[in-house]
């Protein structure tokens, strides 16, 4: 959304060039999402609501206190509840913020094709640049978390920003504020950790033993991390991928098949460049114009 | 050189016609898709009117080309059926690229090189157009799920790089074999054309199997 200085771009979409990652000394910046201590009383989307301006439509009662029912262009952050019966036979109910997700190696980045339309922050925040987006969706196929919408009305894609104009100014996002279990915490990536370790103690002295922070690696980490009580299994929480990663075939396409593709293409055309440069045009030769009105010639006299 | 006082006609007017509409949708789409695909070449989106402009247009000129190729396909599928004396010209195309015609076996209507061609684009085209659907975010964004359009994203690059590859073949080939753009453009080759490159077809053309329409004064 917001479009900070140039020199605070550590990744830019669809760019040769180097970003001069100039703030490169800044703290990496999380948010840790506590799920264990989330009341599900929506808060923080409220509040996201309201600091981005956003008004989703009203929809319809789904039989589930998930509402909206899903992302979408004006619903950036959306609390979804899975109701779960574990192996005791008990009932839990599994209330996750889901939101961008904020990837240290950024699926949508890299598949996008308009340079500048997304960029990555030095304190890690991955932004989209509205202005330059072109609808074309290809960031939609590079999340391996599903989360970037496309706008109907701009054919615009948009996600969380992380709120990063406030934290641009030190504020911390929309939500954080919010929450009034403190179970969303924000703050340099380093501490957020060190936090969840201590919830995580806390939770397996509690009785949850594959508690567990949620960091991806395969993603190179994220900037928005849980703190899961199932850390065994993410896909409890309404489908939180267990192993995300950017997709082969995104990899495939934006990796090694782009520079192929165009050195082919030049190929071939230098290949014709030099052919005709060298063998030269195939003319007609007069010989050949005397042979072929002789061969319409003969056919003429033969009735 | 003397010029022939008859001429052959080769593509009707709405063979050109129906070509040059192909050709013009392919080419922009080429820009379009390039500028898509490789950030190096982004700035042809600037032809378009922007990005925006560029990515909303794209699909429209895919669904034109499918449609004038449609066209192309009813015009020529018969004339590039594939012969025997088609290999017989494979095996000596290391002739044909140096301009040697005298070791070319003499071949008909279309060679095996501009069957190639045309075989190709059949099978491209449809695959361009229905990969392309698919990834068409505007409406048919939510119609098949997000695995199913990374695939399609790729299958439809490999594709239009194909496709792009054998386009440039088709170009230069008519740059290079002289005479075969005005095919195109005036309709007309002269007899001396016909020789040199389609020696059956001129033959065909003499014993009446096309009728004698085709034959005609020079204009």
């Known amino acids: ?303 | 050189m003397s010029r022939p006082k008859t001429v052959i006609i080769r593509y009707t007017m709405v063979n050109r016609i129906n070509h040059w509409i192909t050709a013009i949708c392919f080419v922009l789409l080429t820009l379009s898709g390039l500028a898509m695909f490789h950030p190096l070449l982004f700035w042809l989106s600037e032809l378009f009117g922007g990005g925006q402009w560029m990515r909303a247009v794209h699909p429209w000129i895919g669904c034109l080309l499918l449609l004038s190729y449609i066209g192309l396909i009813i015009q020529f599928w018969r004339e590039n059926l594939v012969r025997r004396d088609d290999i017989e010209w494979m095996k000596e195309v290391r002739y044909v690229v140096v301009n040697d015609e005298e070791h070319v076996p003499p071949v008909g209507r279309n060679n095996a090189g501009q069957k190639f061609v045309f075989w190709s684009m059949t099978f491209l085209i449809p695959v361009l157009f229905f990969t392309g659907l698919v990834i068409w975010e505007v409406y048919f964004g939510e119609a098949t799920s997000i695995p199913v359009q990374r695939v399609a994203v790729l299958i439809h690059s490999l594709a239009a790089i194909a496709a792009i590859l054998v386009w440039v073949v088709h170009v230069y080939a008519a740059i290079w074999v002289r005479d075969s753009v005005r095919a195109m453009t005036q309709g007309y080759v002269t007899p001396g054309w016909a020789w040199r490159h389609h020696r059956k077809w001129l033959w065909e053309l003499a014993s009446g199997q096309h009728g004698k329409t085709s034959i005609r004064k020079r204009p």
């Not at chain 1, 995300?244 to 290949?271: D, F, H, R």
Request: proline share 6%; aromatic share 8%.
């Open chain 1, 1 to 303: 959304m917001s479009d900070l200085q140039s020199q605070d771009y550590v990744r830019r979409s669809a760019s040769t060039m180097t970003p001069p990652k100039a703030r490169s000394y800044e703290d990496q910046v999380a948010k840790l999402i506590d799920v264990s201590r989330c009341i599900g009383c929506k808060a923080c989307q409220s509040a996201c609501m309201e600091w981005n301006n956003l008004r989703q439509e009203v929809g319809h009662f789904e039989g589930s206190y998930q509402n909206p029912n899903d992302l979408s262009p004006d619903v950036w952050t959306l609390m979804r509840f899975a109701e779960y019966e574990n192996e005791h036979g008990n009932l839990e109910w599994l209330i996750r913020k889901d939101g961008c997700m904020h990837c240290e190696d950024p699926g949508c980045l890299k598949a996008c094709p308009s340079p500048g339309a997304i960029v990555q922050y030095a304190n890690g925040i991955v932004d989209f640049i509205s202005d330059k987006c072109i609808g074309c969706g290809y960031c939609v196929k590079g999340c391996p978390f599903d989360i970037p919408r496309i706008s109907k009305t701009d054919h615009k894609s948009y996600k969380c920003t992380l709120c990063s104009d406030r934290v641009s100014v030190g504020l911390e996002p929309a939500c954080v504020k919010a929450c009034p279990t403190g179970a969303i915490m924000f703050g340099a990536k380093s501490d957020m950790k060190d936090w969840a370790q201590e919830r995580i103690v806390d939770l397996k002295s509690r009785g949850f033993e594959n508690a567990g922070l949620y960091d991806p690696q395969a993603v190179g980490g994220t900037h928005v991390m849980y703190v899961l009580h199932h850390a065994d299994k993410p896909s409890l929480y309404s489908g939180l991928p267990d192993k995300p990663q950017i997709s082969p075939v995104v990899e495939a396409w934006k990796g090694i098949i782009k520079p192929l593709a165009v050195a082919g293409v030049v190929l071939a055309a230098l290949s014709g460049f030099f052919h005709w440069i060298t063998a030269g045009p195939n003319e007609v030769t007069e010989e050949d114009e005397a042979e072929g009105e002789r061969v319409l010639d003969e056919a003429e006299k033969t009735p």
